[in-house]
């Protein structure tokens, strides 16, 4: 069903979105998950896990002690912060979230809270977050942080961990004032301006302590975005579920997370990367809804990205050279989703998501409740035949479409287009 009283992103500025607007703009981001686990790649103590690898040492009891002296291990010798951001801008991506720490404890940086970090527990022993950071701005990208504010399986006191100690004995309120708090201090602090602080997995946090976690990061830096995975119905903008869209269009603010394959961390065992069709398609689908799609690689323990989600990612670049006016800065779509696509919107314009030709070469829109002026493709401006009779548009296609995993019509028309979603 709809969600259309669902509002986020409007709280932080008094309902104007300034704030939250390169967010809403940007539609496409890429969510990097990368530590210990990606060099474990599903197997740990001889022992293979499929699917969510960063879950690996929860999902094998590992003890804290073992999973850190193994984490020794990881060493991404071959990891170019540049190369990474290359590769996204020509995915066309306009964000960057990296996990800084997951659920594992382990910090991607040289915290001085935790010694559980990548400088100092590891061969690495440099700092891949200032590199990153550094190569973003550079390239105009902006740059987030996961940040795992509850969960911390490495640490006595942090939530999640139950094999090694005892829930009930766990005070985690000494673990958000020792440890969480003090490192989202330094994210902020110590890698110039960030877009995101990408909470995730509150658990047993209440109000008050997921409001100190999102004034901590406003205090520290006033435009950077806080994810509703914050907790307790706070938050800049909301995230649906890991793989989620929402069934209809939802006002505000919001994202759509997905993974390339089906492990958010590498996996040596999972090469069931989703081809440019369907990224290209699904990134269209959350648009038409009015959200962004943040889909994730999850690069390997050596630095590099798998060649697969690298190859797939820059196919979708490529289609975003032509096609992106109809994704960037658009608006959800006033009509339903058709038979053949989806549709997006900008003031005066109506992108329509051919994914499937009509066996006629009639596109039918319905429900247009503006005058319809004009049609072509949107890749070469190619003028195309329409026609309108009350609220039905039609549309003459090609006989073949120039791009069968999405062909762009743009149709241009003046009046309103009312909301008419009647699914
Ligand atoms: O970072 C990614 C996931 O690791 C994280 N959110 C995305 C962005 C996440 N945290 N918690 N969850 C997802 C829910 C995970 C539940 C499960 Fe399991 C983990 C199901 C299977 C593995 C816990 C362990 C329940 C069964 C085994």
């Given at each position: 069903a709809q969600q259309p009283d669902q509002l986020w992103g409007q709280n932080a500025d008094a309902g104007k979105g300034e704030k939250t607007r390169w967010f809403t703009e940007a539609k496409f981001g890429l969510f990097l998950h990368w530590g210990p686990y990606s060099h474990f790649a599903g197997d740990i103590r001889g022992k293979r896990y499929y699917g969510i690898t960063e879950w690996i040492m929860n999902r094998d009891k590992t003890p804290a002690a073992e999973y850190a002296q193994l984490a020794g291990g990881f060493n991404p010798s071959e990891f170019n912060a540049e190369e990474w951001v290359r590769i996204a801008k020509a995915s066309g991506v306009k964000y960057i979230v990296l996990t800084a720490k997951h659920h594992d404890g382990f910090a991607m940086w040289d915290s001085k809270v935790s010694d559980f970090d990548i400088v100092d527990a590891t061969p690495y022993k440099k700092d891949p977050i200032k590199a990153l950071a550094a190569a973003c701005k550079k390239e105009g990208i902006k740059l987030g942080f996961y940040y795992s504010q509850f969960q911390d399986w490495h640490e006595p006191n942090g939530g999640g961990n139950s094999w090694d100690f005892d829930p009930k004995k766990k005070d985690y309120a000494s673990y958000y004032r020792g440890k969480s708090l003090p490192q989202i201090t330094e994210l902020l602090s110590n890698y110039g301006e960030l877009g995101i602080i990408w909470f995730d997995t509150p658990g047993n946090m209440n109000k008050e302590e997921s409001a100190a976690f999102l004034e901590k990061v406003h205090q520290l830096q006033p435009n950077c975005l806080v994810s509703s995975r914050v907790g307790n119905g706070l938050g800049d903008f909301k995230d649906f579920g890991d793989g989620e869209v929402p069934a209809g269009v939802v006002k505000g603010a919001w994202e759509a997370i997905f993974t390339h394959n089906d492990s958010w961390g590498y996996s040596?065992?999972?090469?069931?990367f989703k081809t440019p069709q369907e990224i290209i398609r699904l990134l269209a689908e959350v648009a038409s809804k009015g959200g962004n799609l943040m889909m994730n690689i999850g690069p390997m323990g050596n630095g590099k990205l798998p060649a697969l989600s690298e190859k797939y990612f820059r196919a979708t670049g490529d289609w975003l050279k032509l096609n992106g006016e109809a994704i960037y800065g658009t608006g959800f779509s006033p009509i339903a989703p058709q038979p053949w696509g989806v549709m997006t919107s900008k003031p005066g314009k109506l992108y329509l998501h051919v994914f499937q030709r009509p066996h006629n070469g009639k596109l039918l829109v319905p429900d247009f409740t503006g005058s319809a002026k004009k049609a072509y493709l949107l890749s070469g401006k190619k003028p195309l035949t329409l026609r309108q009779q009350g609220k039905d548009v039609y549309v003459d296609l090609p006989a073949t479409l120039p791009d069968e995993r999405n062909t762009v019509v743009v149709l241009e028309y003046s009046g309103e287009l009312k909301e008419q979603h009647n699914v």
């Open positions: 040596a065992f999972d090469q069931n």
